[in-house]
């Protein structure tokens, strides 16, 4: 136990490069590597939190640009959800690293772009704002006539209808999808590290070091059902929230208690 | 290739690319697009047989079997996908060798696991270190296969188990007020008219499939990404014929591409081909399609 507490202090923020700088070689303990695992998911959680909440803003953006009537707004929201979504993560990980190195050689300020912290984040949050804008604006298209009608018979227009009408129910409308996006995002984040993208000095996330457990022991069989378990408690605080924003949202319909986003939704992306 | 490849030094800008696109490493990259299909054709039925057993034991009388059903599906779908990648290799290929290791040499004494080794008796290697190169990599493909269908099968059984639910239930009590055993009514009513339900599903989950084969190179099979990786890093002149600077970044545009391409062509069949079942049913998108004619 002693020894155990010792390997919290030493690992625990071994991934933000805090603590012991070599990773341990030899006779792994469990404690270990609960610890060394649960201290990558400090990298999910800020990939997945970051891209979430910048992501939301420009999803709706997109949704918006997605419902217009222009074609200059329509077309390059239609095109920007199309190339996000109709091709893998795991490319567009690739790909925008490679373009993040040459673009370092030319503009020589843009370098912070080629690490995992904020190169890796942006393609997320790019990711991330394709799907929910596509979520967003079929909600967007679902909000009913009769609200957006009955706002503009008690002469509210404009800016304030969408404020306080359109953009209150499309959101009300999306939430349960898009907490299923939340948890598909959590679950992206796990592939940065394998994309080019440098762990610097061994600081990776969760699963960067469940393999480097399983390559180290040539045993799955522990580091990857902690990796396991370490997610499914994520995606269960996940639920937990936005199941509470969820509530938030539907707080004036008559049966509002009973609806929760399900934990296995249908739509997945 | 071309005649007059001989020399690439000399050649003009359209000429060199003609000879450097078609270099022996270039054609094994694309090669690996045909890997791609290979895996996705093998994948596909392979997953919705996977997940045809695992939507079945979720509706089973049987309550064990009935969990056995609802774990698999519960549990991959809440772990990143790609965990379970990494961890199907190694554990797929340890089980098969500890099976063969039991049966084959009974008489083994020493513990498998030593330390950090995983050693069986040499008869039960997989596949056995005699074995020429093809069977080597045939063996990982086989187990990439594998590990496709076991995580996508639970997506494809959580789909199917949502469409035999979506089966009117009349059309089940109509079956057993005609006296048909469950294993009947499962057979003759529920399984032909789940799949105009299963569809949109199944749609999607095929997307997702095609966005997940570049995970292959994870699995350590040289499909299209380890290629792109090899082809695009910068060459010297000292090494190769045709020497570039870092090319990785278009060779995976290419991929994107690729991708891009065929998940457009993948949405209009899948919308042609839901077209066509709704055609005439009594359903809204049968409906619309009658409205749409008239």
């Known amino acids: 136990m002693e020894g155990c507490l010792q390997t919290i202090a030493d690992y625990a923020l071994r991934s933000v490069g805090i603590g012991e700088r070599l990773l341990p070689r030899t006779d792994f303990t469990l404690c270990q590597q609960f610890t060394l695992i649960g201290s990558g998911l400090i990298w999910n959680v800020y990939f997945g939190v970051l891209a979430l909440l910048s992501g939301f803003v420009l999803a709706t953006v997109v949704a918006l640009g997605k419902a217009a009537t222009n074609p200059l707004l329509r077309k390059p929201a239609e095109w920007f959800i199309f190339v996000f979504r109709g091709s893998p993560l795991f490319i567009q990980f690739f790909f925008a690293y490679f373009l993040f190195l040459s673009l370092k050689q030319v503009v020589p300020w843009t370098e912070p772009l080629s690490t995992a912290a904020l190169g890796a984040l942006v393609v997320l949050f790019l990711n991330t704002a394709a799907y929910s804008g596509e979520i967003f604006y079929g909600a967007l298209r679902s909000v009913p006539k009769g609200d957006t009608e009955a706002a503009a018979a008690y002469g509210i227009e404009g800016w304030t209808r969408f404020r306080r009408i359109t953009w209150p129910t499309m959101l009300r409308l999306a939430w349960p999808a898009y907490t299923n996006e939340a948890i598909f995002l959590f679950h992206a984040t796990t592939l940065v590290f394998f994309t080019g993208f440098p762990a610097r000095q061994q600081q990776g996330d969760a699963l960067y070091y469940a393999q480097y457990f399983a390559d180290k022991t040539f045993n799955p069989f522990v580091p990857y059902p902690i990796l396991a378990g370490y997610f499914i408690l994520l995606t269960l605080v996940i639920i937990g929230i936005m199941g509470a924003v969820n509530r938030h949202l539907n707080r004036h319909l008559p049966q509002a208690a009973g609806k929760r986003p399900r934990l296995l939704p249908q739509i997945m992306r | ?294």
């Open chain 2, 1 to 294: 290739m071309f005649s007059f490849c001989t020399d690439p030094d000399t050649l003009d800008t359209g000429r060199w690319l003609a000879c450097y696109l078609t270099t022996g490493r270039h054609l094994n990259f694309y090669a690996a697009f045909g890997t791609v299909l290979i895996l996705l054709a093998i994948t596909a039925p392979s997953a919705l047989a996977f997940g045809f057993a695992g939507a079945s034991a979720a509706r089973s009388g049987f309550a064990p079997l009935r969990w056995l059903g609802k774990g698999y599906i519960a549990i991959v779908r809440g772990v990143p996908d790609i965990a379970f990648f990494l961890f199907f290799v190694i554990a797929l290929d340890q089980g098969l060798e500890y099976l063969r290791h039991v049966t084959l040499c009974p008489n083994w004494e020493e513990p498998i696991r030593q330390g950090a080794n995983f050693l069986v008796c040499p008869e039960a290697k997989l596949p056995l270190s005699s074995a020429p190169q093809w069977v080597h990599e045939g063996y990982g493909f086989a187990l990439a296969v594998l590990t496709f269908a076991i995580v996508f099968g639970a997506f494809a059984a959580n789909v199917l188990f949502g469409a035999m639910q979506a089966v009117p239930r009349a059309q089940i009590e109509t079956a057993e007020a005609y006296g048909m055993t469950r294993r009947q009514t499962f057979r003759r009513i529920v399984v032909p008219q789940m799949w105009v339900y299963a569809l949109p599903g199944l749609g999607n989950l095929w997307m997702v499939l095609i966005k997940a084969t570049p995970l292959l190179f994870l699995l350590g099979v040289e499909d299209i990404v380890y290629w792109a990786r090899e082809l695009g890093a910068a060459k010297t002149p000292r090494f190769s014929d045709y020497p570039h600077p870092d090319w990785r970044m278009w060779y995976f545009l290419a991929l994107l591409i690729f991708y891009l391409a065929f998940t457009r062509v993948s949405e209009v069949v899948i919308a042609r081909l839901s077209d066509r079942l709704s055609h005439g049913q009594a359903t809204a998108a049968g409906e619309a399609l009658r409205k749409a004619r008239a």
